[in-house]
T-cell receptor, first 114, second 111 residues
Framework: GENVGLHLPTLSVQEGDNSIINCAYS??????FIWYKQESGKGPQFIID?????DKRQGQRVTVLLNKTVKHLSLQIAATQPGDSAVYFC?????????????FGTGTRLTIIP | NAGVTQTPKFQVLKTGQSMTLQCAQD?????MSWYRQDPGMGLRLIHY???????DQGEVPNGYNVSRSTTEDFPLRLLSAAPSQTSVYFC??????????FGPGTRLTVT
């Protein structure tokens, strides 16, 4: 079946450095992708999204890149801070009988080293 | 706005017991969903609703029931709890089903 997965389950980055979290997807029909951040003991929080007609989108300290040719999504976090330590999920939007549904990847744990 | 609220925060059940996890949102969102989160599995969709009176099954619906009598509330019922239902449960809501707002979660343990 279709799935959304992540290349690496854990990532450690020195504070102040940039981090890149990768995600592979297999449903070529997906037209919308979202990155979520989940801190310990909390629900996922929306970070940034991108539609399939774009290849790059920037937010505050975050950039999402989409490569449809290889079905790859990445989240870049610039100048990482201790508060960036969390689990990051990519998610794709699929359609089920016309309704949108989110399918999540398994997550990458990002640890910022002071 | 309180956003998405969930109660209880923690719950321990014995096998065979039933209970209802409550979820409410005050953002007038049409879409509401229930997910469970297990280690190494990410979030999996249990049931969802696209509006009051409409519900549908997600990826892992067995053992769970939902109803949506109002726009604000979307309770999740466990009819006969099993140890396999030990998990963290998240409720979410959105306008369109895409950018979802998540509640704080309910940690359920079934012994």
């Amino acid at each position: 079946g279709e799935n959304v997965g992540l290349h690496l389950p854990t990532l450690s980055v020195q504070e102040g450095d940039n981090s890149i979290i990768n995600c592979a997807y297999s449903n070529s029909a997906s037209d919308y992708f979202i990155w979520y951040k989940q801190e310990s003991g909390k629900g996922p929080q929306f970070i940034i999204d991108i539609r399939s007609n774009m290849d790059k989108r920037q937010g505050q300290r975050v950039t999402v890149l989409l490569n449809k040719t290889v079905k790859h999504l990445s989240l870049q976090i610039a100048a990482t801070q201790p508060g960036d330590s969390a689990v990051y999920f990519c998610a794709e939007i699929g359609r089920d009988f016309g309704n949108e549904k989110l399918t999540f990847g398994t997550g990458t744990r990002l640890t910022i080293i002071p | 706005n309180a956003g998405v609220t969930q109660t209880p925060k923690f719950q321990v059940l014995k096998t065979g017991q039933s209970m209802t996890l409550q979820c409410a949102q005050d953002m007038n969102h049409e879409y509401m969903s229930w997910y469970r989160q297990d280690p190494g599995m990410g979030l999996r969709l249990i049931h969802y609703s696209v509006g009051a009176g409409i519900t549908d099954q997600g990826e892992v619906p067995n053992g769970y029931n939902v109803s949506r009598s109002t726009t604000e509330d979307f309770p999740l019922r466990l009819l006969s709890a099993a140890p396999s239902q030990t998990s963290v449960y998240f409720c979410a809501s959105s306008h369109t089903g895409s950018e979802q707002y998540f509640g704080p979660g309910t940690r359920l343990t079934v012994t």
